[in-house]
């Protein structure tokens, strides 16, 4: 099992940034991938950005040059720094973490971030 806590969340003026944090705990070396997702209301979750154990990233088109992706592995911790944040970037954020034995998905509780003037 893996348990895994967002923190950083909040309200931030349009062009203003942002620092998420991932802790994560429990089965740590059973960890193939990590990523950082988000929920609008009314909206499907998607998926912003994601690291693998060795250091690869994605980000999704809109938030390419505005948000990085990065993981302190001796931190067992997963950040995501947000700049130049935007209102369609408002949403509930949620750490996500990939096992391959076993093959499953852990979701933390989510952070929300209103990004508004």
């Known amino acids: 099992q893996v348990q895994l806590v967002e923190s950083g969340g909040g309200l931030v003026q349009p062009g203003g940034s942002l620092r998420l944090s991932c802790a994560a705990s429990g089965s740590i070396s059973s960890i193939y991938s990590m990523g950082w997702y988000r929920q609008a209301p009314g909206k499907q979750r998607e998926l912003v950005a994601g690291?693998?154990?060795?250091?690869?990233?994605n980000y999704a088109d809109g938030v390419k040059g505005r948000f990085t992706i990065s993981r302190d592995n001796a931190d067992n911790t997963m950040y995501l720094q947000m700049n130049n944040l935007k209102p369609a970037d408002t949403a509930v954020y949620y750490c996500?973490?990939?096992?391959?034995?076993?093959?499953?998905?852990?979701w933390g509780q989510g952070t929300q971030v209103t990004v508004s003037s």
């Open positions: 996500n973490a990939f096992s391959l034995t076993p093959r499953m998905n852990y």
């Open positions: 690291i693998s154990s060795g250091g690869n990233t």
